[in-house]
């Protein structure tokens, strides 16, 4: 089983939330508790036994693949009970027809016990867990509802995931506290034992709508009130150029960070893996606990929904023209300054999410964090050549460490 969570390599993909935007947690920044609002007007935001049944059976038929990766995401997966866990996956049985099928959980780790990880690791389940880095700043934002901390919680559930042997990866955001320390960031997860780093920028906009969610919907345009909370892109480029010349000398090949995989997939033709590198996107949708299927997980606005799975199945609605456009906009709707770009092939102008600034010529849709993504790109150039050069001799890009220490870069 893969040990990073790629489900933007699949042609189908919908996500789920069996519990809506509910969660034991108020992280600051956090893009899905508002979600709560979209479905102000329903008591339980859990999803049935029903509507799980027809979700599987669904999802089963529309794959072109044999291998099926379930990811089941939040708010909060764990306030959902084992046994419902475990009904999905009588039910994947009952509707694989005998196909591999992977399953994934995205958490934030606090409510993991042993039982938990006895069962992810019977059932090859790969967990995501999300942490910022050492104590501070991860008690930055994300406490619990009562303002607690939850760094000793979350660091008792890693421990309980080593001690059970479960696959696990580290989720944790780029914010404007964290970015300032990136070596304190990355030498922390060398510490606890993590080889599989996502790191994610916050880019958040608060909105001047008054339609119950506080962040910007994309498609609202302008920069004017960007989140506290936002990375700097110059911090930004910061942070990863100092972890990667880190990396580059010391851990290629033994730790995992999703930029640098993605970069020199990008570099040596392969597919990134990673939807927000991609020429275009659009195939990896989610599934609300009622039903709804919105065009991505940062798209869960009302002008993103594509439809109901007890209206519509998953093909129809994944392969509409909606979609689709929404999909093939990532590249039909670049600036000129990023159809211009030397790095076009490695970037592709990110997430659609991220462009609400002009460019150098004044054309709307460029990326927030262009600066840093270019500056990113621009350091890690001669390195990429090398692995790539490796690579396409079937030899190991890690060579790329004598070579740095060697002293010949
Ligand atoms: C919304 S949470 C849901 C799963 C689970 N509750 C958790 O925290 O891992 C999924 C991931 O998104 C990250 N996240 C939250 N708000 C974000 C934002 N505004 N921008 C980027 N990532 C964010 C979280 O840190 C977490 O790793
Ligand atoms: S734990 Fe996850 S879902 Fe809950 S508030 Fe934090 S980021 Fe959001
Ligand atoms: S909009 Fe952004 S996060 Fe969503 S699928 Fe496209 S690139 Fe990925
Ligand atoms: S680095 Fe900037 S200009 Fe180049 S493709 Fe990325 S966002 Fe566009």
Redesign the pocket.
Known sequence: MNKTIAPFARHLYVMLKPVGSI?N?D?S?????EKENLYANTAKHFMSEELLERFIKDYLRSQTKAEVLFTW?????LMRPIKFYQKALDLQKKYGGGRPIDNSI????VLLTDEWCEFFKRNNFLV???I?GPREFHDKH?RSKQGHSTFDQVMRGVELLKKHQVEFNA???INSDNVKHPLEVYNFFKEIGCQFIQF?????RISSNDNGLK?SSPTESGIAEV?PYTVDPDEFANFYLKIFDEWVRKDVGSIYIQLFDSTLANWVGQPPGVCTLAKTCGHAGVMEFNGDVYSC??FVYPEFKIGNIYSQNLTSMMYSDKQQRFGSNKFTSLPRQCRECRYLFACYGECPKNRFITDKYGEPGLNYLCNGFYKFFDHVRPYMDYMKEEYENQRPPANVMSWVNRGMK
């Open positions: 969660c947690l992280c920044y956090c893009y899905y508790l995401h939040g708010g909060e997966a995205q958490t934030n780790g995501g867990i999300s910022d994300r989720m944790a955001v994610s920028p916050i880019v958040e962040f989140a997980d940062h």
